[in-house]
């Protein structure tokens, strides 16, 4: 394809979804999910489910392990062709179904992804730059298998994200949206692998983040508080974040580290 033919990533985002059915946030819908209903668990067996950064911090605490045995044994990653960057898709089982579902529901509930927590709600983001926040659209994602959107309970989209949970993901995925978009990264495929796998093991990887932290010049050369570094030493939250700067200093040149 030549390159004046190539579609820019954002253009093709924002388009799609000016063509969606969208919800606003006061917007009422009737639907409901539970094990009495016939398409109990449907939904876990044919679908795909891409990772956040948090999603993966999550997912890893639940299962008590850590964060680089969650990739190799639960993840496929590869490069997102649309933005250039590391995509990282949950390892379904051989016959399609979640690896984490069982007959009675979802055996990592309290902590499962964030497309499960809105579903059948779909967001997504048109644009977003700096410090400008990227606008969030929410549409009805209705699928032939799912029977909830014939239940009668109603509710607001507000009301279902806050039952869901959605909230606090939505909040902890920000800067992954705003790194998508991000125009510093400039065009497709720019990055190069090292950086690539830079990003992968900082937004990812927490445990092999920090031992990159710990154990290489990293504190030599940057300004961290002894505060900070207590923190980091043991909490995955305050790791991701400091892979997250990490990651917006040294990808997207931010000056938001001090040199020693």
Excluded at 8 to 25: A, C, S, T, W, Y
Excluded at 131 to 150: D, I, L, S, Y
Excluded at 183 to 193: A, C, F, M, Q
Excluded at 194 to 201: A, N
Aim: proline share 3%.
């Amino acid at each position: 394809m030549n390159k004046e033919n190539k579609i820019n990533p954002l253009q093709f985002v924002h388009e799609n979804l000016e063509k969606l059915d969208k919800l606003q946030k006061d917007d009422k819908f009737s639907f409901s999910c539970h094990q009495g209903i016939d398409c109990w668990g449907v939904c876990c067996k044919t679908t795909n489910v891409y990772l956040t950064p948090y999603d993966t911090l999550r997912l890893k605490t639940n299962l008590g392990i850590d964060s680089s045995k969650f990739l190799a044994k639960h993840t496929i990653q590869y490069m997102g062709e649309d933005f250039g960057l590391p995509l990282v898709k949950l390892k379904m089982e051989d016959n399609g179904h979640c690896p984490f579902l069982c007959e009675t529901g979802c055996t990592v509930y309290k902590d499962r992804p964030t497309s499960c927590r809105t579903y059948p709600i779909g967001q997504a983001t048109s644009s977003g730059s700096h410090n400008v926040k990227g606008e969030m659209a929410f549409f009805k994602v209705k699928e032939a298998h799912c029977h909830g959107w014939q239940e009668a309970k109603e509710w607001s989209l507000e009301e279902w994200f806050a039952d869901q949970g959605v909230l606090e993901y939505n909040s902890a995925n920000e800067f992954s949206v705003f790194l998508s978009f991000n125009p510093n990264l400039g065009e497709v495929g720019k990055l190069d692998e090292k950086k690539l796998g830079m990003i992968l093991m900082a937004l990812y990887d927490v445990d092999q983040f920090r031992k990159f932290v710990l154990e290489s010049s990293f504190l030599d050369k940057f300004t961290v508080t002894d505060e900070e570094i207590e923190k980091f030493k043991v909490d995955d939250n305050e790791a991701l974040k400091l892979g997250m700067k990490w990651v917006h200093f040294s990808i997207l040149g931010a000056p938001v580290f001090e040199l020693k």
